[in-house]
Every structure is written in structure tokens, then in C-alpha cells.
Nanobody, 124 residues
Framework: QLQVAESGGGLVQPGGSLRLSCAAS????????AAWFRQVPGKEREGISC??????STFYADSVKGRFVISRDYDGVSLQMNMLKPEDTGVYYCAVDSDAFRLCMLSGNRYAYWGQGTQVTVSS
């Protein structure tokens, strides 16, 4: 069973930046689609960004487009979050596809492996 872990959450003021990282133990994510989801209490989980295993194409939810950037790094996948707003507050989860070389989706059904989540709080 692949173990996925997120890191980099925390408290930041509105307008600030944070960088989240996602890694899988003993496994490089280069050829696998991965995505970031956000969960806020009382609301449905929201897919906010993903990167494809086929061609590294990226997709963003409208709520974060122009502010967040997903990318691959040596260990896994990162999410650079800029111009943060209070409504970006939530638990952020990384999810990884079980099959290589597939197009990513902002739907949780695509992903077999999930991290435990990292809290992001945007507040003054």
C-alpha cells in the first residue's frame, strides 16, 4: 500500500503564500497523476488542482486559478499557493493515481491513495 504524506500547512495572513508538498514513501510520482483536494467542515470536498501522469498537463479549479501552481519536484508534487484568502482555509489532501500515464481529474474517484491531510489557515 502506497503511503502518501503532505507537509507544509500552517497559519498565514491573507495575501500571503504557502507551499505544500506531497510525497509517497519510497516511490517517485513522476509518471502518476496527482491532485490536491480541499475539505472545509460542512462543505463537500473540492478538487483544486491536479497534474497528469501522461503529459504533466495541469488543471485548476476556478477558485484558485491564477493563484495556485501545481508542479512536480524531485520527491513528489508541490502546490504553491499565493495571494491566499480566508476562504482558502481548510484541510488539504494529496491524492495519487494507482495507474501510470493517465490524465488527471479533479474528481476524487480517480485516486486510490490519499494522505492524511495538512491544515491551512488563512487569517489575520
Amino acid at each position: 500500500q502506497l503511503q502518501v504524506a503532505e507537509s507544509g500547512g500552517g497559519l498565514v495572513q491573507p495575501g500571503g503564500s504557502l507551499r505544500l508538498s506531497c510525497a509517497a514513501s519510497g516511490f517517485k510520482l513522476d509518471d502518476y497523476a496527482a491532485a490536491w483536494f480541499r475539505q472545509v467542515p460542512g462543505k463537500e470536498r473540492e478538487g483544486i488542482s491536479c497534474i497528469s501522469g501522461s503529459d504533466d498537463s495541469t488543471f485548476y479549479a476556478d477558485s484558485v486559478k491564477g493563484r495556485f501552481v501545481i508542479s512536480r519536484d524531485y520527491d513528489g508534487v508541490s502546490l504553491q499557493m499565493n495571494m491566499l484568502k480566508p476562504e482558502d482555509t481548510g484541510v488539504y489532501y494529496c491524492a495519487v493515481d494507482s495507474d501510470a500515464f493517465r490524465l488527471c481529474m479533479l474528481s476524487g474517484n480517480r485516486y486510490a491513495y490519499w494522505g492524511q491531510g495538512t491544515q491551512v489557515t488563512v487569517s489575520s
